[in-house]
């Protein structure tokens, strides 16, 4: 009797842990430190690239924009996921390639930023065994093409 209680209690914990959900993290968003280290109408876009690393969007050739966003969000279940933050920082460069304007945005500043959901779905060879296992649930047991 003793033995089917704690195997109960172990299976309890199984189906209660995979409800916590699953935390989704996208984009790049440098580090405040490096942030820090530019400086508009002096820091060149070269030294900004090699200091924040190459951004998620170019935008233009003669005053380019460099956009770099991160997002978290958290999926419970078959539920639609929550973004939880997102950060956008968005550096613009005159015609002189000198750092004219940086600004940041996230979830709080109520902006209207709308972000691209498209994945990336990883090779099974990538999944986990139980990942894969149990990558079916919540869609009724059925596959749906990409």
Do not use: H, W
Request: charged share 20%; glycine share 6%; hydrophobic share 40%.
């Amino acid at each position: 009797m003793f033995k089917q209680k704690i195997i109960l209690l172990v299976l309890a914990c199984f189906f209660l842990n995979t409800c916590s959900g699953i935390k989704a993290n996208n984009g790049y968003m440098p580090v405040q430190d490096s942030v820090d280290q530019l400086k508009v109408n002096k820091t060149s876009l070269s030294f900004a690239k090699s200091r924040l690393g190459e951004p998620a969007l170019i935008l233009g050739n003669q005053e380019p924009i460099f956009i770099y966003s991160s997002q978290v969000t958290n999926r419970i279940l078959f539920f639609e996921p929550k973004v939880i933050s997102r950060d956008v920082l968005v550096l613009y460069f005159n015609k002189k390639k000198k750092l004219k304007k940086l600004e940041k945005f996230n979830l709080k500043d109520g902006k209207s930023l709308q972000m691209n959901p498209d994945t990336t779905a990883l090779n099974a060879e990538q999944r986990s065994l139980i990942a894969t296992l149990f990558s079916n649930v919540g869609i009724g047991g059925v596959r749906l093409p990409d």
